[in-house]
């Protein structure tokens, strides 16, 4: 197969892909993994997912490009051919990749697709775009929503919760985030896996308030880095680090993690101390990853599946010293690692969000032994998910007293903090601490 011909193979996979992550509400994660296992070259891998990744995160601002140039509307047949014109676009506009290269490749693409008849109209459209670029992307500067890619739903709750940020959320969610290692200290050190990455060609720099965290100067395939088969690292954001450091945890404790798939914060708390940890999660389809990621580190946990609002059906009746709730939310805050919350989450959804995480911390609370301590937190940015949920879950209990959270985990937010996307080069993150007063 020649080059080209690989090309137009790679971006016709490519349209089927983002086709169904935008058109069949799938989800970027999922279509990649399923189809990166077709894609043996690590190169062409890493051009299916900057692709994949980028066709999502700017889907809304250029699609309202194409729609400007168009004649007429595509037929919902065509939607590959529609999702295929796009990455065209993004190609030119976002990766800067040759204009000459993509116009030919997306032209192949079209018939390996089994649309020759469209091939005539791809090259047009890209053409057309190569020509009008300038102006036609002036005009969409005018409105925030193809401004920075966001649905408008989302552009104005970020613009009420956080007026004066609200620009720089925008463009952050729209950046790519780094690639952020947790090293195992049951295990080995950080300055140890430091060393080993270097020897190997790979930078990274530590980050001073974070025992745990390396980031890594460039993103790579994390299954191919020295130490991951035993079990030296995991890949979590610093904002997501942050959490177990809340909970002051000490060897003997009883600890439960009630939203624990796929493990991350759970892994971390069994590294950091002894703990008897019931690792809790509602969905049994996500239980056989927890355990592998548990045995890849070397560590174990009770893993239970079962629903936090039903405790009846799970709990034993002893009481936990700890508890962390990292509630199912929006996921605002994490938009630039999975920028397809974009293109699948409705401002609809917030209201059930709400109403799900208040039935969690009510749930939780009385398992909580007195003087334990309750870690709610999520990755969202959005107020009433965070500061709302956590006061009234607060002000209705006269044995709930909230403790200080870390300067270091962003800026007050009403008893918590809030870490907004982009600042320290984290994700989007709440977090707040609820003692439970008495003996």
């Not at 016709?12 to 296992?37: C, N």
């Not at 088969?229 to 904002?239: I, P």
Request: charged share 25%.
């Amino acid at each position: 197969m020649s080059e080209g011909q690989a090309g137009a193979m790679l971006r016709a996979e490519a349209a089927r892909a983002l086709a169904r992550i935008v058109f069949d509400g799938q989800s970027l994660r999922g279509v990649f993994d399923a189809r990166a296992a077709r894609v043996t070259a690590p190169r062409d891998r890493a051009l299916l997912s900057a692709l994949l990744h980028a066709g999502a995160r700017w889907w809304l601002r250029h699609a309202a490009a194409l729609a400007l140039l168009l004649e007429r509307p595509l037929p919902s047949k065509a939607r590959e051919i529609r999702a295929l014109i796009v990455l065209g676009f993004v190609q030119i506009d976002v990766l800067g990749m040759p204009d000459y290269a993509v116009v030919a490749a997306c032209v192949d693409a079209a018939r390996v697709l089994g649309h020759p008849r469209h091939a005539g109209l791809v090259n047009a459209v890209l053409r057309r775009f190569l020509r009008e670029r300038t102006q036609l992307l002036a005009g969409l500067d005018d409105d925030a929503v193809t401004r920075h890619a966001h649905p408008r739903w989302l552009v104005e709750r970020i613009g009420a919760d956080w007026p004066e940020e609200a620009e720089s959320i925008l463009a952050a969610n729209n950046r790519e985030a780094p690639l952020v290692l947790r090293v195992n200290r049951r295990r080995g050190d950080r300055d140890a896996l430091a060393a080993r990455l270097a020897a190997a060609g790979i930078s990274g720099h530590a980050v001073d308030d974070l025992d745990d965290a390396l980031v890594l100067a460039d993103s790579a395939d994390v299954s191919r880095l020295p130490g991951y088969a035993e079990g030296l690292f995991s890949v979590q954001d610093g904002a997501a680090q942050r959490v177990v450091d809340l909970l002051d945890l000490a060897d003997g404790q009883r600890v439960l993690d009630a939203c624990a798939a796929p493990g991350g914060k759970s892994a971390h708390m069994l590294e950091r101390a002894r703990v008897d940890l019931v690792a809790l999660d509602s969905e049994a389809a996500r239980l056989p990853r927890m355990r592998e990621n548990l045995a890849r580190l070397g560590l174990a946990a009770d893993i239970r599946q079962g629903d936090a609002t039903q405790p009846d059906a799970w709990w034993d009746g002893r009481p936990f010293e700890r508890i962390l709730v990292d509630a199912p939310c929006s996921a605002t805050g994490i938009i630039r690692r999975q920028p397809d919350i974009k293109l699948h989450r409705r401002g609809s959804d917030i209201a059930a969000m709400t109403a799900l995480q208040g039935r969690l911390l009510a749930a939780l609370w009385p398992m909580l032994a007195p003087g334990g301590r309750l870690v709610y937190a999520t990755c969202s940015v959005l107020r009433a998910e965070n500061e709302a949920v956590r006061g009234a879950f607060v002000d209705a209990r006269a044995d709930a007293r909230l403790a200080g959270v870390p300067a270091a985990c962003g800026r007050d937010a009403g008893g918590g903090r809030q870490n907004l996307p982009g600042s320290g080069d984290f994700d989007g993150f709440y977090y707040a601490c609820v003692d439970k007063v008495g003996r």
